[in-house]
């Protein structure tokens, strides 16, 4: 077998994978905006294996005018996996200027690559035969800027969930501590990748790189299936209120257990419980966790772990008013391991600093 049929066997495998998990990711669930993200991002690389079909066939000297439109396609895959990583494992929200920062090697390689997309067929082709083995210094710059934010945006995740294992429990955020691990890959990945394309800027190391990330993503993909499964394997136990689990909860009874939430999450022994997850806070509302995950999304409109924050944030708020405790203790008092995690968390949270507030409450 030839190295051409070896492209084609595997294009057309990751054309079928992708799609196959955007498709999945879509209808697996339908309360939420989390996994649709996803399918967004298999879409986008199910688009890139089949450019890289098109390139395999030589396509693109009858089609000029689809060169060039994977580089700003392919920069928005890792921007558009970030969101939906951050949707999909629910950890809190990322800053606006960080959101712009991810979109940004995409916005540029686009805004830089316009005149381009604005030549004549006749013209397009002229440029493609020039490098028809090599890639232009262009074509160089931009993959290398991909390539590089791509690699910024894993670290940055890399970083955040650092920062979360910090703040919660293991048990809390066992799923986001194997994503974290599998982090370390990614980064070696984008890392290598840097590295053979600057020294190897031809059309088929652009081919193996994104091959590498590809195949990244979609294992990801099949592993978070895998541990979905076995979670909700895990999550048979029959309830009165199953019936629910797979169809919108009604008005009446997500109030009913949002106020159930409400009241279990204002008991200081729960909210402070370092072993609380979703597990526990769906045994005492008697409901599946898929159901709890839905009451919390819905009544709240914030995830599981962004709501522990925002009742600890409170609990603490109430301390700094009501006693005299250090900001070191009252930050152990409401379930933080450490001063820097309980700082962070409470700027984020109310936009200043415990001190600044224990002082104006001392003020009144």
Not at 28 to 34: C, L, V
Not at 131 to 141: A, R
Not at 227 to 242: E, G, H, R
Not at 329 to 341: A, D, F, L
């Amino acid at each position: 077998m030839d190295i051409e049929n070896i492209f084609l066997i595997f294009i057309l495998f990751g054309i079928f994978q992708s799609l196959l998990l955007a498709l999945y990711f879509f209808v697996s669930d339908s309360f939420h905006f989390s996994t649709r993200i996803f399918s967004v991002c298999f879409v986008l690389l199910a688009f890139i294996f089949s450019l890289g079909l098109f390139f395999l066939y030589k396509l693109h000297y009858e089609y000029p005018h689809f060169s060039r439109i994977g580089l700003p396609i392919g920069a928005l895959v890792a921007p558009t996996f970030a969101l939906g990583a951050e949707k999909y494992f629910g950890y809190p929200k990322e800053k606006l200027i960080w959101r712009i920062i991810y979109f940004a090697a995409p916005l540029l390689i686009f805004t830089f690559l316009s005149p381009y997309y604005f030549l004549s067929a006749n013209e397009k082709l002229s440029e493609i035969t020039n490098y028809s083995s090599t890639l232009n210094k262009e074509c160089v710059s931009m993959n290398l800027i991909s390539i590089a934010s791509n690699f910024l945006i894993f670290a940055r995740i890399y970083y955040r969930l650092h920062i979360l294992s910090e703040e919660f429990n293991s048990k809390l955020i066992g799923s986001i501590l194997q994503f974290k691990k599998l982090l370390h890959f990614c980064l070696f990945i984008l890392g290598f990748s840097f590295i053979i394309f600057l020294m190897n800027p031809f059309q088929e190391t652009e081919s193996f790189v994104n091959a590498l990330f590809s195949i990244w993503i979609l294992v990801f993909a099949w592993n978070q299936i895998y541990l979905k499964t076995i979670s909700l394997q895990m999550d048979l136990t029959p309830t009165s209120k199953d019936k629910y689990s797979k169809s919108f909860i009604e008005t009446k009874l997500l109030n009913q257990y949002g106020n159930k939430i409400k009241t279990f999450l204002m008991i200081r022994e729960n909210i402070t419980n370092p072993d609380l997850n979703l597990s526990i806070l769906s045994k005492h509302l008697g409901i599946s966790l898929n159901l709890t995950s839905q009451v919390i999304n819905r009544y709240f409109s914030k995830t599981f772990l962004e709501l522990i924050r925002e009742y600890r944030i409170l609990l603490a708020i109430d301390y700094l008013k009501n006693s005299d405790f250090s900001i070191l203790r009252i930050g152990h008092e409401v379930g933080y391991n450490s001063k820097s995690s309980f700082l962070r968390s409470f700027r984020e949270e109310t936009g200043t600093t415990p001190s600044l507030l224990k002082q104006k409450a001392s003020e009144k």
